[in-house]
């Protein structure tokens, strides 16, 4: 069935350096790709989003890359901060209606 | 981004009581709200899908007569756990997107402990 999946369950990152996670989607219809920062106790934090029609789109300090080649998706955080330090997930929106399908998460850890 | 509000925030009931979660989209009109709970340490689990003024629709496994959903207008949806018991406890979250489909943005989760 439809699946979102990432590649490093854990990520324990310098500050100062970039960070680089990953995520594997499974369904080629998906059009939609969201990177949510989830800090604990807390609902998941919108960060940026790429529509399929895009291979790159640039934030604050981040970047999210997709190649529907390989059906790949990955977040760059540039210059890491402690604040960063959260779980990410990447969410796709497929092609069952307007739902998104989550990954199984990437902790970030910064080391001072 | 858009801002979408969930209260409470945190929830200790007894076995047997019902809770009530409410979450609401402050600065636009959410055509969609979203249910999820996520465990300890795991990614969210989509419980189920509530279009303004329809019936909720249940993703496979959840029970809809255990949490009853309501989304009465563009800016509010209700979850209530009815019957609490234990193995509810979970972190509950909502999400709500507008009209344009772009994004999907996420309440504060709200914390239910069931005892």
């Known amino acids: 069935g439809e699946s979102v999946g990432l590649h490093l369950p854990t990520l324990s990152v310098q500050e100062g350096d970039n960070s680089i996670i990953n995520c594997a989607y499974s369904n080629s219809a998906s059009d939609y790709f969201i990177w949510y920062k989830q800090e604990s106790g807390k609902g998941p934090q919108f960060i940026i989003d790429?529509?399929?029609?895009?291979d790159k789109r640039q934030g604050q300090r981040v970047t999210v890359l997709l190649n529907k080649t390989v059906k790949h998706l990955s977040l760059q955080i540039a210059a890491t901060q402690p604040g960063d330090s959260a779980v990410y997930f990447c969410a796709e929106n497929g092609a069952a209606g307007n739902k998104l399908t989550f990954g199984g998460g990437t902790r970030v850890l910064v080391k001072p | 981004g858009a801002v979408v509000s969930q209260h409470p925030s945190r929830v200790i009931c007894k076995s047997g009581t019902s809770v009530k979660i409410e979450c609401r989209s402050l600065d636009f009109q959410a055509t969609t709200m979203f249910w999820y709970r996520q465990f300890p340490k795991q990614s969210l689990m989509l419980m189920a899908t509530?279009?303004?003024?329809?019936?909720?629709?249940?993703e496979q496994g959840v029970e809809k007569d255990k949490f009853l959903i309501n989304h009465a207008s563009l800016t509010l949806s209700t979850l209530t756990v009815t019957s609490a018991h234990p193995e509810d406890s979970s972190f509950y979250i909502c999400?709500?997107?507008?009209?344009?489909?772009?994004?999907?943005?996420f309440g504060q989760g709200t914390r239910l402990t069931v005892v």
């Open positions: 999400s709500a997107r507008g009209w344009g489909g772009e994004g999907a943005f």
């Open positions: 509530s279009n303004e003024g329809s019936k909720a629709t249940y």
């Open positions: 790429i529509r399929s029609n895009m």
